[in-house]
């Protein structure tokens, strides 16, 4: 069984589609090296050692690649980031577990890492796939090259794969899984197998991501990069944060805000998190599926109306469910810090930084719960409020990192929900 295709040539196999839709036929897709690791062409000499790996999708597509990370095989979902910076955030934001993120911008490592736009203290994610590693690493910041980084962590990154293909690929069937591997011992159906048989739908990957005990949290904005500071009038609110894969950013903008925080981990009983008198509750962003933890879910409605609460991202789809809507998986999601979004409530519109695969879908909510954001990409849900119960959510990222600044006057509304709530009681 073969299929035609002007990318490159077919390999029969005799595996069957796991779910509908694909043709079967591996198909290897290639794209012209950027790099060279030669002196002859002109170009310097490649300072980090490549290793054949490929990328295999569950649609049957092979990509060639070079790997520039840890070595390995690994099953994952891929999807596709179009920030133009801030990898090294995106490396570190817990909400990419169980994922490849591919970035569209075609040349990635320029300003290599540092110590400080850390969003956790690990890498969650399964792979980096990239079009072009730059040659070199400039920035006053650089402590280290990406390839280095990657490495140490264990963490596979592949570049030289024509990233423009598949993003279009994920763009036409939706996201897809698939297997990264440097093992040349592995064949292709073997890969094919491998990324047919897994799905990230229906996983809880909050709970391998999640803080095992209680900590308390002092870190603000550095004040060289705060802003957004004239309106705060020093009053302090103390605020449980529920830790789904928390970003660093968000705390570090609550705490800007004049919030003492503790995180707890995502399986915190609600009657212990009470005991502790919050004037506040954020249910932070976090990786996967809402519908696979519906402990957390559980948590956050014994939670609603004891205190004001505000949701990110994932913790924005746990209060979608736990209000009584549903959530469904998109297309291929929105990973990015170009998104537009609309305030149904003042007209303006804001560009935020995204990263969900899943929405909450608003005809499936109550009467009383207001939709105050949308995508204005796609028109999909972008944040709600639910005034009777002091609740707010944005399905997007107020504390970018990265990403643009938009969004952070959100912060300032859950302070100001606190403070009207503590006057009222
Ligand atoms: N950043 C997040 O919190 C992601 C939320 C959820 N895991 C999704 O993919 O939709």
């Known amino acids: 069984m073969a299929a035609t295709t002007t990318l490159g040539f077919v390999l029969p196999t005799g595996l069957s589609p796991r779910r509908g839709g694909f043709r079967v036929s591996l198909i290897r897709c290639s794209a012209s090296p950027l790099t060279t690791n030669s002196t002859a062409s002109g170009l310097v000499e490649k300072p980090w050692n490549t290793y054949d790996a490929r990328l295999v999708l569950e649609d049957g597509s092979i990509w060639p690649a070079k790997s520039f990370g840890a070595p390995g095989t690994r099953i994952a979902e891929l999807v596709f980031n179009t920030s133009l910076t801030g990898y090294q955030e995106i490396l570190t934001d817990p909400s990419y577990a169980g994922q490849f993120v591919l970035m569209t911008n075609p040349q990635i490592g320029n300003t290599g890492v540092n110590l400080d736009d850390e969003e956790s203290e690990q890498c969650f994610l399964a792979g980096l796939v990239i079009r072009s590693l730059s040659i070199s690493t400039s920035n006053w910041r650089c402590t280290k090259t990406l390839a280095d980084y990657l490495t140490e962590r264990n963490l596979m990154g592949v570049y030289d794969l024509d990233t423009r293909a598949i993003t279009r690929r994920l763009r036409e069937e939706g996201s897809l899984n698939g297997v990264l591997s440097t093992e040349q011992t592995k064949t292709d159906e073997e890969l094919l197998h491998m990324s047919r048989s897994w799905d990230i739908v229906g996983i809880d990957l909050i709970s391998d991501v999640s803080c095992k005990s209680p900590y308390e949290w002092v870190n603000k904005t550095d004040p060289e990069w705060d802003f957004n500071s004239a309106s705060r009038d020093g009053a302090s609110y103390r605020v449980i944060a529920y830790d789904f894969g928390i970003k660093h950013n968000i705390l570090r903008r609550l705490s800007s805000y004049g919030c003492q925080i503790t995180v707890v981990p995502s399986t915190f009983p609600a009657s212990e998190a009470l005991k502790m008198n919050p004037d506040g509750i954020l249910f932070s962003n976090g990786p996967g599926d809402p519908s696979a933890v519906p402990y957390a879910v559980e948590t956050v409605k014994e939670l609603l109306g004891k205190a004001p609460v ?116």
Not at 316 to 339: C, E, R, S, V, Y
């Open 310 to 425: 505000y949701g990110i991202c994932m913790g924005h789809q746990l209060l979608g469910q736990a209000l009584g809507g549903k959530t469904f998986k998109m297309k291929f999601g929105h990973h990015g810090g170009n998104h537009p979004v609309r305030n149904n409530r003042t007209g303006q519109v804001e560009i935020s930084a995204q990263n969900h695969n899943y929405a909450v879908d608003p005809a499936s909510l109550p009467g009383g719960v207001e939709v105050t954001h949308v995508n204005l990409n796609d028109g999909s849900c972008a944040g709600l409020s639910f005034p009777e119960m002091n609740v707010m959510s944005l399905q997007y990222h107020p504390e970018a990192s990265p990403g643009p600044h938009d969004s952070d006057n959100a912060f300032k509304e859950f302070i100001e929900l606190m403070k009207r709530s503590k006057q009222s009681s």
